[in-house]
């Protein structure tokens, strides 16, 4: 059975709907459940100790966006914090990782997780920046942890921030998501 690593951020942040998802489906399917904090280096650093010692076929961090924006399927993590120093918005940035490369690409199946999405009636598109620092460390961890481990893929979904009533339907998503890239992996280590 696939072990899929499911991140979300502790939910001291109105809106984010992420560890709440990962809580839903703790024990519904083989995921190993990851609370992080909403630190960048906090939340990279427990990411890659935990992928280490779970050792998960795919990783999937869950974002959040604003209420009423599309779900984002994000295909890159930039190396990346982006400190502005006052109020110069020019100012230089720190990167996470000062020996990694600029950027990892996401190996999630986007294309498809956007075409079930889309076919299933969400609002979703595939995104290029995750705006948070803490969300983009995260995203970065994993997809560092899944270039060094072959046959792995991972990478981030955000999520609107939604009401009680809407909250279902946001599971439903992510489940369809995980099952899009659970046929990768299948498809891998099944060949014809």
Not at 7 to 22: C, E, M, P, R, S
Not at 82 to 98: F, I, M, Q, R, T
Request: hydrophobic content about 45%; overall charge negative; some cysteine.
């Amino acid at each position: 059975m696939t072990r899929i690593m499911l991140a979300g951020f502790d939910a001291k942040v109105d809106g984010n709907i992420t560890q709440k998802l990962v809580d839903a489906l703790d024990g519904r399917h083989e995921v190993v459940p990851l609370i992080l904090p909403q630190h960048g280096p906090g939340a990279r650093a427990l990411l890659s100790e935990v992928a280490a010692n779970t050792s998960p076929d795919i990783v999937v961090v869950c974002g959040f966006v604003g209420r009423g924006e599309p779900i984002a399927v994000e295909r890159v993590a930039l190396n990346l914090l982006d400190k502005a120093a006052g109020e110069d918005p020019y100012a230089s940035a720190d990167l996470v990782d000062p020996d990694g490369p600029t950027a990892r690409l996401a190996s999630l199946p986007w294309r498809s997780i956007v075409r079930q999405l889309a076919g299933e009636g969400y609002a979703v598109e595939p995104a290029f920046t995750v705006a948070a620092d803490f969300q983009n460390a995260a995203a970065l961890a994993a997809l560092e942890y899944v270039h060094d481990h072959e046959g792995t893929i991972g990478g981030m979904i955000r999520f609107p921030s939604v009401g009680e009533g809407e909250f279902e339907e946001q599971l439903r998503a992510l489940e369809i998501a995980l099952y899009e890239a659970d046929r990768v992996i299948w498809a891998a280590n099944h060949p014809e």
